[in-house]
């Protein structure tokens, strides 16, 4: 069965500073990729997806993603970071022939001290 | 697109009592996912339907939960003698599509808390 690892569970930033969140994921074949942010209350707002091609994605709010095959990894970046940015990040895959359910990581926690 | 709406937000019950909560997905979209989030945790699936028919269950959907989508638009989530493992963030996702690849828009999900 496929799986996300979020090693993270909480990191911290100074506004302005690089970003990047760690995503490690288990399936078999190509996966279809995901990163999702939460805020406090609220449900889950899509930032980028990855199907296939290029394997660098650029999504909403300044955020892009990499996926490495060879790493299995699909780490979020953001080059300087808002205080507005400060919120929960999950990383998610969907199978093929699955219906597109989303398998979720445990989710980082992102703090930005001004 | 008004986006997905869940009713509602917050439902506070006593053990043992029956609740129900509601999602309008945006309506074009076919397909309506149900999620269950607990503090410090992603969210894990439930269920799906496509139109009117759930096409999965996962087996954390024990008996006590029920799921319908009776004309393909809006579902309902009932959760019958609830426990109080039952507390958690129920959150509602759509879709629009047949592939496996489109994005799942959620709502703001309903906290049910269980005293």
């Known amino acids: 069965a496929q799986s996300v690892t979020q090693p993270d569970i909480h990191i911290t930033v100074s506004e302005g500073a690089s970003l990047e969140l760690r995503c490690n994921y288990s399936?078999?074949?190509?996966?279809?990729l995901f990163w999702y942010v939460q805020s406090p209350g609220q449900g889950l707002q899509l930032l980028l997806k990855y199907f296939s091609g290029d394997t660098l994605v650029q999504g909403i709010k300044g955020f892009e993603a990499e996926f490495k095959r060879s790493q299995s990894s699909f780490n979020l970046r953001k080059p300087s970071v808002h205080w507005s940015d400060a919120a929960e990040y999950f990383c998610?895959?969907?199978?093929?022939?699955?219906?597109?359910?989303?398998?979720f990581g445990t989710g980082t926690q992102l703090k930005v001290e001004l | 697109d008004t986006g997905v709406s869940q009713d509602p937000r917050h439902k506070i019950t006593k053990r043992g009592q029956n609740v129900t909560f509601r999602c309008d997905p945006i309506?074009?979209?076919?397909?309506l996912y149900w999620y269950r989030q607990t503090l410090g945790q992603g969210p894990e699936f439930l269920t799906y339907?496509?139109?009117?028919?759930?096409?999965?269950k996962s087996r954390l959907l024990s008996d006590r939960f029920s799921a319908e989508r009776p004309k393909g638009s809006f579902s309902t989530l009932e959760i019958q003698r609830t426990e109080q493992g039952d507390s958690a963030m129920y959150l509602c996702?759509?879709?629009?599509?047949?592939?496996?690849?489109?994005?799942?828009?959620f709502g703001n999900g309903t906290r049910l808390t269980v005293t």
């Open positions: 998610a895959v969907a199978t093929t022939g699955g219906g597109n359910k989303l398998t």
């Open positions: 996702a759509s879709s629009l599509g047949q592939g496996d690849n489109s994005p799942l828009h």
């Open positions: 309506s074009e979209h076919n397909r």
């Open positions: 339907f496509q139109n009117e028919a759930q096409l999965e």
């Open positions: 399936y078999g074949a190509t996966p279809y």
